[in-house]
């Protein structure tokens, strides 16, 4: 890859050679990229460049048309989201990211569903190991809740709950699974300043303890700030990849993000 | 409080032979008793994961004619010449056997269901149900066709060390039927409080964020037509075992709708809520039955069911329990707190 940190990079994900055609139209024509070990990478681009279709192929919600997409060796051109999930890779959604009807906590323990050591026969007979199964992920679940900082709404709806809020949730519901590695399909879209203050800081937080994450965004100052490495996205494109610095000073970005006379004018 | 009213309701069903010897009342409460198990077992699939079976009578009358037949005994000619013999066995591994083959075509409708949602689904269990009618009414030689099936033994049972217990009695039936019940409601009620049921509740919700957080879709809803067909096939073998006649009617469609209503009306994705509905509907022809003809019966079951519906749209229990719940939270300072927290 183009850039290299310090340490040998470990790379986690890689989109190899990625298309995807919808019919006649062409949504990504090729995109290869990494994300190394603990590394926070952005995939930004102007609408409609093909960020979300990328995502959600990544994730497993859309089959490419050619290319392969590979999670620690493992390739998950063959499975379900299900699947993919329980290899460490867990994704946010752009909207309703949240389970409106039931409470927060209900919330983080239908996220905790996998970490469950609970067979079948034990839920029917009550078995001792239920119970402890149930106690067991109801500290998981107040601890995650506590990541991210909701833990005081625990009984509120999650409907009931701020936008800010539910992206939180929506982050402790990907934690819930256990992931290597996390997706975030637009996590800042439609939150303040404040807001996304907060949701930087967590992101921090997470980085801290090396989770790998892979950001889909099109609030640029957000992904300058956070990201290790960005890589810029158009008609389906890579057009750019590098360091925040490097990013912010390519014409052939700010001609994708604010067209042809600005990008003449920043290359004076 | 709440925990206490389960065990309250028990008691007092418990007791309902004791104080009633009617036998007319006795046999609505035991059919009734039976409709609700049927309704409660449709709730675990249209409650909690929002798929809407208006087949399920199909579970029901596969467990009732199962059940019937192996504790009948049958001699059918395959196609081929194949002969089937089968010798009567005692009553309770009909109702056993009843009971798993129905959970047998539960698991093959769910899986169907993986590939189809929303109304394909509703369209394909009303055929399954249709082509199941069709076979009983067709099939005379196993199933006497339009004949009926007649002198289906009563329930017996082996216990070990207290001897053999019989269903004759109508008082015998309730306690039976209640015991199906309870056990029912046990094992719903294990489910649905579980990882299993958050699952479910999952899939109903947002199915694309369930699959996301790693839950396997088709297993939960194959789970669930599974528990529900069982349960329902169980509900059918105590139909057949105590009217002792069952005829392909009991696939009409008018008792898949009953329980629709039961559920729909007592509260969908509610332990309790099958019950409160199945009592309501399962009674109205009984108190009706003093001032009103028939037809009356039937606009005053409909006019009851549409007003429900309009004025608790989510169901009698969960509107119950908001009603209960409202006071305490309004003198609860907790909601004042959390706001103020959202003010910047």
């Known amino acids: ?268 | 409080m709440k925990r206490l009213v389960p065990y309250i309701a028990l008691a007092v069903f418990a007791s309902v032979p004791l104080w009633l010897h009617d036998p007319y009342l006795l046999n609505a409460f035991i059919t009734t008793g039976i409709l609700i198990v049927a309704a409660m077992s449709l709730n675990l699939l249209l409650g909690y994961t929002g798929q809407l079976s208006l087949g399920h009578v199909a579970f029901f009358g596969i467990g009732a004619y199962t059940s019937a037949l192996v504790s009948l005994g049958f001699d059918v000619e395959l196609i081929g010449g194949i002969r089937v013999v089968h010798e009567p066995w005692p009553v309770w591994t009909g109702f056993v056997i009843g009971t798993l083959v129905a959970a047998l075509c539960g698991y093959a409708v769910g899986k169907l269901s993986f590939k189809v949602r929303g109304a394909y689904f509703v369209i394909v269990t009303i055929s399954f149900a249709e082509v199941v009618r069709l076979v009983a009414l067709n099939w005379v030689e196993l199933t006497q066709g339009p004949l009926a099936l007649t002198s289906i033994p009563p329930m017996t049972l082996g216990v070990p060390g207290v001897g053999y217990l019989d269903f004759y009695s109508k008082q015998s039936n309730y306690y039976l039927v209640l015991a199906v019940l309870v056990v029912s409601y046990i094992v719903i009620q294990r489910l649905v409080y579980s990882r299993v049921g958050r699952a479910m509740i999952a899939l109903k919700e947002n199915e694309s964020l369930a699959v996301s957080v790693g839950i396997d879709v088709t297993r939960y809803l194959v789970l669930a037509a599974v528990f529900s067909a069982g349960i329902a096939g169980a509900a059918g073998s105590l139909y057949a075992h105590y009217l002792k006649i069952i005829d392909p009617d009991v696939f009409a469609f008018l008792y898949t709708v009953t329980m629709v209503i039961m559920v729909i009306s007592g509260g969908k994705g509610t332990l309790a809520g099958p019950i409160v509905g199945g009592l309501i509907f399962g009674f109205i022809p009984v108190a009706a039955r003093s001032f009103a003809t028939p037809e009356i019966q039937w606009i005053l079951y409909g006019l009851l069911m549409i007003i429900i519906v309009f004025v608790l749209p989510k169901g009698i229990v969960p509107a119950v329990e908001k009603w209960f719940a409202a006071p305490s939270t309004r003198a609860d300072p907790e909601p004042l707190q959390a706001k103020m927290h959202d003010t910047p």
């Not at chain 1, 490419?64 to 329980?86: A, D």
């Not at chain 1, 067991?136 to 601890?143: D, F, I, K, T, Y």
């Not at chain 1, 590098?242 to 004018?265: C, D, F, K, M, T």
Request: cysteine-free; aromatic content about 4%; proline content about 5%.
């Open chain 1, 1 to 268: 890859m183009s850039t290299m940190p310090s340490n040998v990079p470990q790379p986690v994900l890689s989109v190899e050679h990625i298309a995807v055609h919808f019919g006649g139209l062409i949504a990504i024509t090729d995109m290869s990229f990494v994300v190394n070990q603990g590394e926070i990478v952005s995939l930004i681009g102007p609408n409609g460049a093909g960020k979300t279709t990328a995502f959600n192929v990544i994730t497993g919600f859309l089959r490419p048309t050619k290319g392969e997409v590979r999670y620690k060796n493992t390739s998950l051109s063959n499975l379900k989201p299900h699947e993919v999930t329980s290899l460490g890779l867990a994704r946010t959604f752009q909207r309703t990211s949240v389970f409106q009807s039931v409470t927060v906590f209900e919330n983080v323990m239908i996220g905790l569903h996998r970490r469950s050591r609970s067979t079948l026969l034990d839920t029917l007979l009550a078995l001792p190991r239920e119970g402890r199964a149930e106690a067991e992920l109801r500290n998981l679940a107040h601890e995650l809740l506590e990541i991210v900082g909701i833990a005081r709404r625990a009984d509120e709806l999650a409907g009931s709950l701020s936008y800010g809020d539910q992206r939180l949730l929506g982050v402790a519901l990907a934690l819930a699974t256990d992931p290597s590695m996390l997706l975030l399909d637009e996590p800042v879209s439609g939150m303040n300043a404040t807001e996304t203050a907060r949701f930087m800081e967590l992101l921090n937080k997470l980085h801290g303890r090396g989770m790998s994450i892979l950001l889909v965004e099109h609030d640029v100052p957000m992904v300058m700030g956070v990201s290790d490495r960005i890589v810029v996205l158009n008609y389906g494109r890579i057009i750019a990849e590098g360091p925040p610095a490097a990013i912010r000073g390519n014409p052939e970005v700010i001609r994708a993000y604010l067209g042809e006379g600005a990008s003449r004018h920043a290359a004076h």
